[in-house]
């Protein structure tokens, strides 16, 4: 997956964790190289279901994703799940602090 490496980094932090598919990564380098190193190029995202709410008392926000993707020339929609947790960054924005992929099969 080719995900613009510099929006990563920024909206990453060497705190953050990405779990996709089970496997964890710690740390906005290691979030970079992991999604890098998937085997498709083209991912096309279709959002089914999307919510959200507070989390916590330091002011995170709580996300979770419902939808389908297609990746490279696949003509199959896979459906997937995502949560993630954004959190302030101290400078009026938020970072991604938790991250979990997951594909729904079945």
Do not use: C
């Not at 496997?23 to 991912?43: R, Y």
Request: proline share 4%.
């Amino acid at each position: 997956m080719r995900i613009e490496s510099s929006w990563l980094l920024f909206t990453s932090r060497e705190n953050s964790m990405l779990t996709f598919e089970s496997a964890s990564v710690l740390g906005a380098t290691a979030i970079v190289e992991k999604l890098g190193s998937l085997p498709f190029v083209k991912v096309k995202h279709q959002v089914s279901t999307l919510d959200a709410q507070p989390s916590g008392e330091h002011g995170g926000i709580l996300i979770l994703i419902t939808g389908a993707l297609l990746v490279d020339e696949e003509q199959r929609p896979m459906n997937y799940s995502q949560a993630f947790q954004l959190m302030p960054d101290g400078a009026g924005s938020y970072f991604i602090f938790n991250d979990v992929f997951k594909l729904v099969f079945g």
